[in-house]
């Protein structure tokens, strides 16, 4: 069902920089700002992300998003050991009537 | 402060109908540019988002679901109703609701704060 295509998986070691990707068509991210959620093992998503490279009150500057054409990625610098979690990117698509669409998300392991 | 809560029923059977409730507080379907959501989550798999309904009861649905799926809202409880009929083990997820809001500068930030999740079975 999932639209928006992530890597299933990325790594890093604590201090490095990890880059997730999110592939999209022009009905999506090309046409629609981004979002991103962050999702710790058995909790509730937690948004992390908005209008690409906004973050919301309380998410460290560690975290970073950019959007090109249609594509977007987000950026983790200083990685730590309570990044592990589950990432995910969603976009508004403009196509039938209009709906969101998200990733398949991807596991980020701090190594 | 926003909060949001899933009920309903742990357990619903093949062909019947699945009824959960979102109930949220600090804020008002009654305000412009509000929503609440709703998505879910096979265990081990993807967030799939669901629908969305709007302060003004314009609703957007998945268009897998579309022919299955109803949202309604009750501004006087600040509730939302979700209704998926004819579900079946596929249907099987946590199920999730989380808020749209739109700031005073038409910022809008979309399922900035969800709900805890309430675990639906689909077995017979």
């Known amino acids: 069902q999932s639209v928006l295509t992530q890597p299933p998986s990325a790594s890093g070691t604590p201090g490095q920089t990890v880059t997730i990707s999110c592939s999209g068509s022009?009905?999506?991210?090309?046409?629609?700002?981004v979002n991103w959620y962050q999702q710790l093992p058995g909790t509730a998503p937690k948004l992390l992300m908005y209008?690409?490279?906004q973050r919301p009150s309380g998410v460290p500057d560690r975290f970073s998003g950019s959007k090109s054409g249609t594509s977007a990625s987000l950026a983790i610098s200083g990685l730590q050991s309570e990044d592990e979690a589950d990432y995910y990117c969603a976009a508004w698509d403009d196509t039938l009537n209009g709906h969101w669409v998200f990733g398949e998300g991807t596991k980020l392991t701090v190594l | 402060q926003i909060t949001l809560k899933e009920s309903g029923p742990t357990l619903v059977k093949p062909t019947q109908t699945l009824t959960l409730t979102c109930t949220f507080s600090g804020f008002s379907l009654s305000t412009s540019g509000v929503g609440v959501g709703w998505l879910r989550q096979p265990p081990g798999k993807a967030l799939e988002w669901l629908g969305l309904i709007y302060w003004n009861d314009n609703k957007r649905y998945n268009p897998s679901l579309r022919n299955r799926l109803t949202l309604t809202k009750d501004t006087s409880k600040n509730q939302v109703v979700l209704s998926l009929a004819n579900v079946d083990p596929v249907d099987t997820a946590t199920y999730y609701c989380a808020d749209r809001q739109t700031s005073i500068f038409g910022v809008v930030i979309s399922f900035g704060s969800w709900g805890q999740g309430a675990l639906v079975t689909v077995s017979s």
């Open positions: 022009s009905s999506d991210i090309g046409s629609n700002t």
């Open positions: 209008y690409n490279n």
